[in-house]
């Protein structure tokens, strides 16, 4: 079993900053986590950063930290009652000899002392008596390195020979993370981890040696260990994937319920006639591409949409989620599974807008008839700063627009007839979807390598092309509080398996009704439509209430499909924490 943790880039500025501020002592800060329980690997999710300040602490000076015992309950209580998994962070003290510091990627050497040992046996021991089992981790920083480890606690019960229980022996042991995701896909290996080469291929070292030669092996191995999920394989998706398999990247999974139309050959990549002709899937259109520049790539291609339960199993299995579809609800779903398991986000689109110009007689301006006129020709790209902002709370993915696409085909057709969703097909063309997708690709190679600069604007998060104006835009997002998504306080950021994602098919609670009215000035007789009607011959002057997944118009209300994310059910949690942690075929999973 691989142990890793993750975090935000917010989380782990705030944490350097706090634990680098005043190096004469030693420095302290609590994470409670989420989990990810995968395969062969355990991700803890930090969720909530906790930074001590000197007056939590009995003692606090350049070797030894110890917190007020108000202080220890305190964190103890949250954890316990939000179901999540206690991480303590300290630093040891010394001189700065660099920056950035202990939480950036550059070599150095930290250890945990023998005291750290004594005191997190015990803490251990203690949390997993309080919490059933529950693990403890510790992450310990210094000048330019880190190491990172989870307590695990086996226990057993002592019986006496009249076979009542005399005590509870709790056995803990220290297991080495692999990893810390720092967010934006860097990364640290702590001190101790076990290492874990990725094999050498000769064959694909002479692929990439163009690029080796100005970003380096490290870039490379990186790219080779990363696993990238794309939903959505049509013109953008195709691109993109065939930029990131040319790029390196060989580990996917593919999610996309269509198949090839003759429509779509104009831009999909590597599609054929004969691929349309016989229906042949988009995934595995695009699973022939990458395996093109990679015969061994490893992809598992999913023929259905990204709210498919199996398609959400691959996806929280990614380092690197890519939403690339038309349509809002998709773009929702990818955008909960990212923030609820703290998976960097990658959303591209286009749009290309046409007008009806009016018929002749008279202005030269005007068309003929049924000529039309371009009005948009754009592309964009948004990276979530994850803790921060989200597709939901940045206005990129409308709840309200996700919950007509969801709809049951009758009401869909309701709102279609109404101009509310799009029945037709966009326009779209190749060099629109190739431009977005190598920006894409230039800024996940920035994110993987950082080769712009430092200092402002160093990740590109929204960028907008507009191809009328040929111009490149970078948008600044205003990070805003109270998301119902990706708020620490209300939303699922980092609770991972704790807390289950919406069954956006069944779409069980609906905050509220949309009220379309077929005529404005008549607008009194509502007809509700029940589950399961039939298309209505909407009569004029007749409004009707339909039952859809809307933004609720009270404060604080929010757009998502399950709205119960603000109780935390500490029971239903601790459950799923246990069946997180008791899961999967590792028989050594205590
Ligand atoms: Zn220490
Ligand atoms: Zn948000």
Redesign the pocket.
């Known amino acids: 079993m691989d142990y890793t943790l993750s975090l935000t880039r917010h989380a782990a500025e705030v944490l350097d900053a706090h634990l680098l501020g005043d190096r004469s002592r030693e420095q302290m800060a609590v994470t409670l986590c989420g989990v990810n329980r995968l395969h062969r690997e355990l991700r803890l999710l930090v969720r909530d950063v906790i930074l001590l300040p000197p007056d939590a602490f009995r003692h606090q000076t350049a070797v030894r930290l110890e917190l007020k015992p108000e202080v220890q309950a305190f964190i103890h209580q949250r954890a316990h009652e939000q179901g999540l998994i206690q991480v303590d962070w300290h630093s040891h003290p010394g001189p700065l000899r660099s920056h950035p510091g202990p939480l950036s990627s550059h070599p150095g050497s930290v250890a945990f002392s023998a005291t750290d040992d004594e005191h997190e046996a015990a803490q251990a021991a203690y949390l997993a008596h309080r919490m059933e089992g529950v693990p403890f981790g510790s992450v310990v920083v210094s000048d330019g390195a880190m190491d990172a480890r989870l307590w695990i606690t086996r226990s057993r019960q002592r019986k006496g020979k009249d076979g009542r229980v005399r005590a509870v022996v709790y056995r803990p042991e220290a297991q080495p993370l692999q990893a810390v995701l720092l967010g934006d896909l860097r990364r640290v290996i702590p001190t101790t981890a076990p290492g874990g080469a990725v094999p050498h291929d000769p064959a694909l070292s002479a692929v990439h040696d163009r690029q080796v030669r100005a970003f380096g092996q490290a870039f490379q191995r990186r790219l080779g260990e990363l696993r990238v999920g794309i939903v959505g394989l049509g013109g953008l998706g195709s691109a993109l994937a065939a930029h990131l398999a040319r790029l390196g990247v060989r580990d996917w999974v593919l999610v996309d319920p269509e198949v090839v139309e003759l429509t779509n050959l104009n831009r999909l990549v590597n599609a054929t006639v004969t691929d349309a002709q016989g229906e042949r899937p988009k995934v595995y259109v695009a699973r022939s591409s990458v395996r093109q520049s990679n015969p061994n790539a490893s992809v598992r291609a999913l023929q259905t949409d990204v709210f498919d339960p199996e398609a959400q199993r691959a996806l929280k299995a990614c380092d690197l989620l890519v939403v690339a579809t038309d349509n809002h609800a998709s773009r929702m779903a990818a955008n909960r599974l990212a923030?609820q398991y703290l998976i960097p986000l990658l959303h591209a689109g286009f749009h290309i807008g046409v007008e009806a110009l009016p018929p002749s007689p008279s202005p030269a301006r005007q068309g003929k008839d049924g000529e039309m006129a371009v009005t948009d020709v754009s592309g964009e790209f948004a990276i979530?700063d994850l803790g921060r902002?989200?597709?939901?709370?940045?206005g990129i993915v409308d709840p309200q627009q996700a919950g007509w696409e969801l709809a049951p085909a009758a009401q869909r057709e309701v709102l279609r007839q109404r101009g509310y969703v799009d029945g037709t097909p966009a326009p779209a063309v190749c060099h629109l979807d190739g431009t977005v997708a190598a920006l894409a690709a230039t800024e996940i190679h920035n994110l993987v390598h950082p080769f712009r600069p430092a200092g402002n604007g160093q990740t590109r998060r929204y960028l907008v092309y507009d191809a009328l104006r040929a111009e490149l835009t970078s948008l600044g997002v205003t990070p805003?509080d109270g998301?119902p998504?990706?708020?620490p306080e209300d939303?699922v950021l980092g609770l991972g398996d704790l807390e289950p994602l919406p069954d956006y098919r069944r779409k069980p609670q609906l905050p509220s009704a949309v009220r379309l009215a077929t005529d404005a000035a008549d607008s009194r007789a509502a007809t509700r439509l029940p589950r399961g009607h039939r298309e209505p011959e909407a009569a004029a002057g007749e409004e009707l209430a339909l039952q859809l997944a809307t933004p609720s118009p009270q404060p604080g209300g929010n757009g998502e499909l399950v709205p119960d994310v603000r109780l935390p059910n500490r029971r239903a949690r601790a459950q799923r924490l246990q069946v997180a942690l008791d899961a999967g075929p590792d028989p050594d999973w205590p």
């Not at 902002?389 to 940045?394: E, G, N, T, V, Y």
């Open positions: 923030v979530p902002w989200c597709l939901q709370c940045a805003s998301c998504v990706c708020s939303g």
